[in-house]
């Protein structure tokens, strides 16, 4: 992006940023000089050729770091946390990103699905933002960006417990954003429709194939239904606001839940 948001010589955690959002989103801070600490599962080889092509692309000398916290275990986080200090020195932006989906009726759904999407959906955002802002009121300043959904804001079926993790996230923003809106501390939350990420684009050809219909059908009425402007949402839309919220321009915005979804939530 041209826009410059003076974040240079900054330090971010992005949590599940080895594909897709989290990886955009990384990516976006890495161009403005941020230097990023980024984690997620995945294929090492290909975890840290990323990594090396982040970095090789990176403006004013930032650097790119990986760990490799789980997010459904507490004390991996706090190290996660305690890394980026420790070896870049300081932490000025949390995104909250890692997320994982499923799909099933509330009378069906397994137990240990349930519990996975409330640790890694909510509560790894709580533990993250616990470690965070110790290090940012010493700092003065600091940011915490939610990666929330529109299933946030409103409900779908069979999506009982990613629904519950999303409200949680922009109920737990709110209060955070509350308990530090004295000290340069900013906590809000984005709420995106559909993005295009890989696993959407999979679903789509899927679709197509097994309704028998063209591709642009599936993205209107099947998985686009939901969605007003029948677009999907692209990175930028949300590269865009997170440099917005994180830079000196955010310092009035605080406890939001700011919505990239094409007018869904205002239906
Ligand atoms: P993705 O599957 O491409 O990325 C998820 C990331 O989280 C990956 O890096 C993965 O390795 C990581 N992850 C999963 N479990 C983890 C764990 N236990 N510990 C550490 N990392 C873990 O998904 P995405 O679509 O980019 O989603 C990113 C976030 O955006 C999620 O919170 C999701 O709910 C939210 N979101 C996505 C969409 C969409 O349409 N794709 C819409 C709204 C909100």
Redesign the pocket.
């Known amino acids: 992006m041209a826009v410059d948001y003076h974040l240079e010589g900054q330090v971010a955690v992005v949590?599940?940023?080895?594909?897709?959002?989290?990886?955009a989103m990384a990516t976006a801070l890495v161009e403005q000089g941020v230097s990023v600490v980024l984690?997620?599962?995945?294929d090492a080889a290909k975890i840290e050729a990323d990594r090396a092509a982040m970095e090789a692309k990176a403006a004013s000398g930032a650097r790119v770091l990986y760990h490799a916290?789980?997010?459904?275990k507490p004390a991996e986080i706090a190290d996660l946390i305690g890394y980026a200090k420790s070896e870049l020195g300081r932490l000025d932006i949390l995104v909250n990103?890692?997320?994982?989906?499923h799909v099933a009726p509330v009378d069906e759904f397994p137990d240990e699905k349930w519990a996975?999407i409330i640790?890694?959906?909510l509560s790894?955002a709580f533990h993250a933002t616990k470690h965070a802002l110790p290090i940012m009121k010493a700092q003065g300043r600091g940011r915490v960006v939610n990666?929330?959904?529109?299933?946030g804001l409103v409900a779908s079926p069979f999506k009982s417990a990613?629904v519950a993790a999303?409200h949680g996230v922009v109920g737990f923003t709110k209060s955070c954003a509350l308990e530090v809106a004295r000290q340069g501390i900013t906590v809000n939350a984005i709420?995106?429709?559909?993005?295009k990420?890989?696993?959407?684009e999979m679903q789509i050809d899927d679709q197509a194939k097994a309704r028998g219909i063209p591709r642009e059908r599936v993205v209107e009425d099947v998985i686009l239904a939901a969605q007003p402007n029948k677009a999907f949402?692209e990175y930028d839309h949300l590269a865009g606001m997170l440099l917005y919220l994180v830079s000196d321009l955010g310092a009035s915005t605080t406890g939001a839940a700011l919505t990239a979804d094409g007018g869904w939530t205002a239906a």
């Open positions: 949590t599940g940023s080895t594909s897709g959002i989290g990886q984690n997620g599962f995945g916290a789980d997010m459904t990103n890692a997320g994982i989906q996975a640790a890694i959906n790894s990666i929330a959904s529109a299933h990613y999303k709420c995106p429709g559909y993005v990420t890989p696993l959407v949402v």
